[in-house]
Protein backbone atom coordinates (compact mmCIF):
# COMPACT_ATOMS: atom_id res chain seq x y z
CA UNK A 1 0.00 0.00 0.00
CA UNK A 2 2.73 2.09 0.96
CA UNK A 3 4.64 1.63 -2.71
CA UNK A 4 1.61 2.44 -4.65
CA UNK A 5 0.66 5.72 -2.44
CA UNK A 6 4.19 6.91 -3.01
CA UNK A 7 3.70 6.13 -6.71
CA UNK A 8 0.62 8.21 -7.08
CA UNK A 9 2.45 11.48 -4.67
CA UNK A 10 5.66 11.31 -6.96
CA UNK A 11 2.47 11.15 -10.41
CA UNK A 12 1.09 14.18 -8.87
CA UNK A 13 4.04 16.54 -8.18
CA UNK A 14 5.31 15.04 -11.73
CA UNK A 15 1.41 15.92 -13.26
CA UNK A 16 1.34 19.55 -11.08
CA UNK A 17 5.12 20.36 -12.59
CA UNK A 18 3.99 19.99 -15.94
CA UNK A 19 0.52 21.99 -15.56
CA UNK A 20 2.73 24.70 -14.18
CA UNK A 21 5.16 25.11 -17.11
CA UNK A 22 2.16 24.78 -19.60
CA UNK A 23 1.28 28.08 -17.72
CA UNK A 24 3.77 29.60 -19.62
CA UNK A 25 2.82 29.55 -22.91
CA UNK A 26 -0.14 31.60 -24.03
CA UNK A 27 -1.87 28.77 -26.55
CA UNK A 28 -3.77 32.21 -28.25
CA UNK A 29 -0.11 34.12 -28.98
CA UNK A 30 2.25 33.27 -31.67
CA UNK A 31 5.99 33.95 -30.46
CA UNK A 32 8.54 35.19 -32.50
CA UNK A 33 11.11 32.39 -32.76
CA UNK A 34 13.51 33.34 -30.44
CA UNK A 35 10.94 33.64 -27.87
CA UNK A 36 9.40 30.43 -28.74
CA UNK A 37 12.49 28.48 -28.52
CA UNK A 38 13.02 29.81 -24.93
CA UNK A 39 10.03 28.85 -24.20
CA UNK A 40 10.58 25.53 -25.41
CA UNK A 41 13.81 24.91 -23.57
CA UNK A 42 12.08 26.13 -19.66
CA UNK A 43 8.93 24.00 -20.39
CA UNK A 44 10.85 20.66 -21.26
CA UNK A 45 10.37 18.49 -18.02
CA UNK A 46 12.04 15.38 -18.63
CA UNK A 47 14.56 14.22 -16.95
CA UNK A 48 16.43 12.77 -20.03
CA UNK A 49 17.57 14.93 -22.95
CA UNK A 50 14.25 15.65 -24.74
CA UNK A 51 13.73 16.32 -28.37
CA UNK A 52 12.97 19.62 -29.92
CA UNK A 53 9.87 19.22 -32.86
CA UNK A 54 8.83 21.60 -35.60
CA UNK A 55 5.53 20.54 -36.55
CA UNK A 56 3.99 22.56 -40.05
CA UNK A 57 0.51 22.85 -41.04
CA UNK A 58 0.59 22.79 -44.67
CA UNK A 59 -1.56 24.50 -47.42
CA UNK A 60 -1.90 21.11 -49.84
CA UNK A 61 -3.69 18.67 -50.51
CA UNK A 62 -2.59 15.41 -49.27
CA UNK A 63 -4.85 12.91 -51.38
CA UNK A 64 -3.49 14.47 -54.47
CA UNK A 65 0.19 13.00 -55.57
CA UNK A 66 1.10 15.97 -57.23
CA UNK A 67 0.78 17.89 -53.78
CA UNK A 68 2.81 15.14 -52.17
CA UNK A 69 5.57 17.16 -49.90
CA UNK A 70 8.99 14.78 -49.17
CA UNK A 71 12.60 15.30 -49.04
CA UNK A 72 15.67 16.07 -47.02
CA UNK A 73 17.54 18.53 -45.62
CA UNK A 74 20.90 18.63 -43.91
CA UNK A 75 20.75 20.52 -40.39
CA UNK A 76 23.89 22.77 -39.72
CA UNK A 77 23.77 21.61 -36.22
CA UNK A 78 22.47 17.62 -36.67
CA UNK A 79 19.39 16.28 -34.83
CA UNK A 80 21.54 14.90 -31.72
CA UNK A 81 20.43 11.78 -32.36
CA UNK A 82 22.45 8.50 -32.99
CA UNK A 83 20.93 7.10 -36.80
CA UNK A 84 21.71 3.94 -37.59
CA UNK A 85 21.73 3.36 -41.44
CA UNK A 86 21.46 0.51 -43.29
CA UNK A 87 23.51 0.52 -47.20
CA UNK A 88 22.60 -1.81 -49.66
CA UNK A 89 25.32 -1.62 -52.18
CA UNK A 90 27.31 -3.94 -54.10
CA UNK A 91 30.68 -5.56 -53.05
CA UNK A 92 32.54 -2.96 -54.66
CA UNK A 93 30.72 -0.17 -52.50
CA UNK A 94 30.93 -1.91 -49.21
CA UNK A 95 34.30 -0.65 -48.15
CA UNK A 96 33.23 2.71 -48.37
CA UNK A 97 29.66 2.70 -46.79
CA UNK A 98 31.14 0.95 -43.37
CA UNK A 99 34.16 3.63 -43.52
CA UNK A 100 31.48 6.45 -43.66
CA UNK A 101 29.87 4.80 -40.84
CA UNK A 102 26.87 2.39 -41.66
CA UNK A 103 25.69 0.10 -39.54
CA UNK A 104 24.60 -2.75 -41.64
CA UNK A 105 26.24 -3.05 -44.93
CA UNK A 106 25.58 -5.88 -47.96
CA UNK A 107 23.76 -6.87 -50.74
CA UNK A 108 21.80 -9.54 -51.86
CA UNK A 109 22.60 -11.39 -48.40
CA UNK A 110 21.38 -8.36 -45.87
CA UNK A 111 18.07 -8.72 -48.19
CA UNK A 112 17.96 -12.21 -47.60
CA UNK A 113 18.49 -11.90 -44.07
CA UNK A 114 15.95 -9.04 -43.40
CA UNK A 115 13.60 -11.55 -45.60
CA UNK A 116 13.64 -14.46 -43.82
CA UNK A 117 14.24 -12.31 -40.14
CA UNK A 118 12.29 -9.74 -41.16
CA UNK A 119 14.28 -7.64 -38.57
CA UNK A 120 15.04 -4.02 -39.28
CA UNK A 121 17.59 -2.86 -36.73
CA UNK A 122 18.34 0.73 -38.41
CA UNK A 123 16.41 4.41 -39.03
CA UNK A 124 17.53 4.75 -42.77
CA UNK A 125 17.96 3.05 -45.60
CA UNK A 126 19.92 3.51 -48.28
CA UNK A 127 20.74 2.27 -51.66
CA UNK A 128 22.28 1.97 -55.20
CA UNK A 129 20.11 2.09 -58.02
CA UNK A 130 21.12 -1.40 -59.42
CA UNK A 131 19.74 -2.67 -55.68
CA UNK A 132 16.65 -1.61 -55.89
CA UNK A 133 15.04 -4.39 -58.27
CA UNK A 134 16.51 -7.01 -55.46
CA UNK A 135 14.87 -4.76 -52.81
CA UNK A 136 11.47 -5.50 -54.45
CA UNK A 137 11.52 -8.90 -52.07
CA UNK A 138 11.14 -6.70 -49.04
CA UNK A 139 9.62 -3.72 -50.18
CA UNK A 140 6.70 -4.82 -47.56
CA UNK A 141 8.38 -5.26 -44.74
CA UNK A 142 10.66 -1.82 -45.60
CA UNK A 143 7.85 0.47 -46.63
CA UNK A 144 5.44 0.07 -44.06
CA UNK A 145 8.20 0.37 -41.67
CA UNK A 146 9.40 3.71 -43.38
CA UNK A 147 12.48 2.74 -44.36
CA UNK A 148 12.31 1.64 -48.40
CA UNK A 149 14.59 4.08 -49.49
CA UNK A 150 13.83 6.64 -52.31
CA UNK A 151 15.14 9.05 -54.52
CA UNK A 152 12.90 11.82 -53.35
CA UNK A 153 14.46 11.87 -49.81
CA UNK A 154 17.89 11.61 -51.58
CA UNK A 155 18.44 8.04 -50.01
CA UNK A 156 18.98 6.12 -53.51
CA UNK A 157 22.15 7.18 -55.13
CA UNK A 158 24.97 6.70 -56.89
CA UNK A 159 27.34 7.33 -54.25
CA UNK A 160 25.74 5.84 -51.12
CA UNK A 161 29.15 6.44 -48.88
CA UNK A 162 28.31 10.45 -49.39
CA UNK A 163 24.71 9.25 -48.84
CA UNK A 164 25.76 7.67 -45.47
CA UNK A 165 27.93 10.28 -44.15
CA UNK A 166 25.62 13.39 -44.21
CA UNK A 167 22.81 11.22 -42.62
CA UNK A 168 25.18 10.48 -39.78
CA UNK A 169 26.04 14.33 -39.95
CA UNK A 170 22.63 14.99 -39.59
CA UNK A 171 20.74 15.08 -42.49
CA UNK A 172 16.69 14.03 -41.99
CA UNK A 173 13.97 12.92 -44.28
CA UNK A 174 10.42 14.71 -44.59
CA UNK A 175 7.35 13.38 -45.61
CA UNK A 176 3.87 15.35 -44.86
CA UNK A 177 1.39 13.01 -43.23
CA UNK A 178 -2.51 12.10 -44.27
CA UNK A 179 -3.58 15.18 -42.44
CA UNK A 180 -1.23 17.93 -44.58
CA UNK A 181 0.86 18.39 -41.31
CA UNK A 182 4.47 17.39 -41.17
CA UNK A 183 7.01 16.64 -38.26
CA UNK A 184 10.27 16.99 -37.92
CA UNK A 185 12.93 16.82 -35.25
CA UNK A 186 15.72 19.58 -35.60
CA UNK A 187 17.31 18.58 -32.08
CA UNK A 188 17.58 18.47 -28.43
CA UNK A 189 17.06 20.72 -25.51
CA UNK A 190 20.48 20.95 -24.76
CA UNK A 191 21.66 22.72 -27.93
CA UNK A 192 21.52 26.28 -27.89
CA UNK A 193 18.78 28.87 -28.97
CA UNK A 194 21.13 29.18 -32.04
CA UNK A 195 21.37 26.20 -32.71
CA UNK A 196 18.06 25.77 -33.14
CA UNK A 197 17.07 28.64 -34.52
CA UNK A 198 20.08 27.88 -37.41
CA UNK A 199 18.48 24.60 -37.71
CA UNK A 200 14.78 25.51 -37.79
CA UNK A 201 15.59 28.03 -40.65
CA UNK A 202 17.40 25.22 -42.50
CA UNK A 203 14.01 23.35 -42.45
CA UNK A 204 11.92 26.28 -42.78
CA UNK A 205 13.79 27.18 -46.44
CA UNK A 206 14.14 23.72 -47.51
CA UNK A 207 10.10 23.56 -47.15
CA UNK A 208 9.34 26.47 -49.33
CA UNK A 209 11.33 25.05 -51.78
CA UNK A 210 9.68 21.93 -51.82
CA UNK A 211 6.02 24.50 -52.51
CA UNK A 212 3.69 22.18 -55.10
CA UNK A 213 3.02 24.15 -57.97
CA UNK A 214 -0.77 22.71 -57.46
CA UNK A 215 -0.76 24.27 -53.79
CA UNK A 216 -3.04 27.15 -53.81
CA UNK A 217 -2.90 29.95 -51.36
CA UNK A 218 -1.58 29.97 -48.03
CA UNK A 219 1.38 27.34 -48.12
CA UNK A 220 2.67 26.61 -44.66
CA UNK A 221 -0.11 27.79 -42.43
CA UNK A 222 1.32 27.65 -39.26
CA UNK A 223 4.40 26.01 -37.32
CA UNK A 224 4.82 24.74 -33.92
CA UNK A 225 7.55 23.91 -31.91
CA UNK A 226 7.75 21.98 -28.71
CA UNK A 227 9.57 19.18 -26.68
CA UNK A 228 9.36 15.64 -26.44
CA UNK A 229 6.02 15.76 -23.73
CA UNK A 230 6.21 19.39 -23.83
CA UNK A 231 3.93 22.01 -24.34
CA UNK A 232 3.60 23.53 -28.36
CA UNK A 233 4.35 27.31 -29.05
CA UNK A 234 3.16 28.52 -32.21
CA UNK A 235 5.74 30.40 -34.22
CA UNK A 236 5.84 33.13 -36.73
CA UNK A 237 6.94 32.84 -39.94
CA UNK A 238 6.88 36.54 -40.66
Same mark, same amino acid.
Given at each position: ????????????????????????????????????????????????????????????? /?????????????? /????????????????????????????????????????????????????? /???????????????????? /??????????????????????????????????????????????????????????????????????????????????????????
Amino acid at each position: MAKKIQKKTKTTKQGKAQAEVRQLVDKTKTYALAEALDLVKKTSTTKFDASVEVHLRLGID /PRKGDQQIRGAVSL /PHGTGKTVKVAAFVSPANEAAAKEAGADLVGGDDLIEEIRKTEKTDFQVAVAE /PALMRNLAVIAKILGTRGLM /PSPKNETVTTDPAKAVTELKKGKVSFKNDDTANLHVAIGKVSFSAEQLADNFQTLLETIKKSKPAGSKGAYIKSATICSTMGPGVRVSLG
